[in-house]
């Protein structure tokens, strides 16, 4: 299972030896997304998750067999892994989280893999009690999706997280050649 309660962010920074940091500012007033400021939250939302898949297809263009993109969730396309993170914790935040909206989003480059973190304000939820509960589980695929996931997913704090996080490692091509004698 690649989803783990005792895993830290230090550790990921080693696991991707991290060289660069963004961060995209969401929502930072204390308040519930509501009908009057919906427009412009989701707005900003979206343009974040793209600026995070630019980045990255930026980054790796030549480490990537397959570019990234969020159309993929959309399409069920699953092995994009990062299309469905960005998707479906950002739907968790959107529907459950205090303020309906995720606070920032965070995305660390580095030259084995990069990880995203999304951020929600307000107050944090027991990541280990909704998986063991199974609670919402006809409402959003966000831990079945994190139960699957090929990737790392972690949190801030799992009895009250915050920020959820997925760590991708990226293959290796050098490793992954057969020398023929």
């Excluded at 009057?36 to 989701?42: F, R, T, V």
């Excluded at 959003?140 to 760590?167: E, H, L, P, V």
Aim: with cysteine; hydrophobic share 40%.
């Amino acid at each position: 299972m690649s989803l783990h309660f005792t895993k830290t962010l230090s550790e990921s920074f080693k696991d991707i030896d991290v060289t660069d940091y963004h961060h995209f500012f969401i929502h930072d007033v204390e308040e519930e997304r509501t009908v009057l400021n919906a427009d412009a939250l989701i707005e900003t939302y979206g343009h974040a998750k793209w600026q995070i898949i630019d980045l990255v297809n930026s980054k790796y263009s030549t480490t990537l067999k397959d570019k990234f993109d969020l159309y993929h969730w959309l399409n069920h396309n699953a092995s994009d892994e990062v299309a469905y993170f960005l998707n479906e914790a950002g739907s968790n935040c959107l529907n459950y989280a205090e303020y309906k909206i995720p606070a920032k989003f965070h995305l660390w480059l580095g030259i084995k893999g990069f990880l995203i973190g999304i951020e929600q304000a307000g107050a944090g939820f027991n990541a280990q009690e909704v998986m063991a509960r199974n609670q919402k589980q006809n409402e959003g695929a966000g831990f079945s999706f994190f139960q699957k996931c090929k990737n790392t997913i972690f949190f801030d704090d799992y009895q009250n997280a915050r920020i959820i996080f997925m760590q991708q490692i990226l293959p290796n091509p050098a490793a992954d050649r057969t020398f023929l004698p």
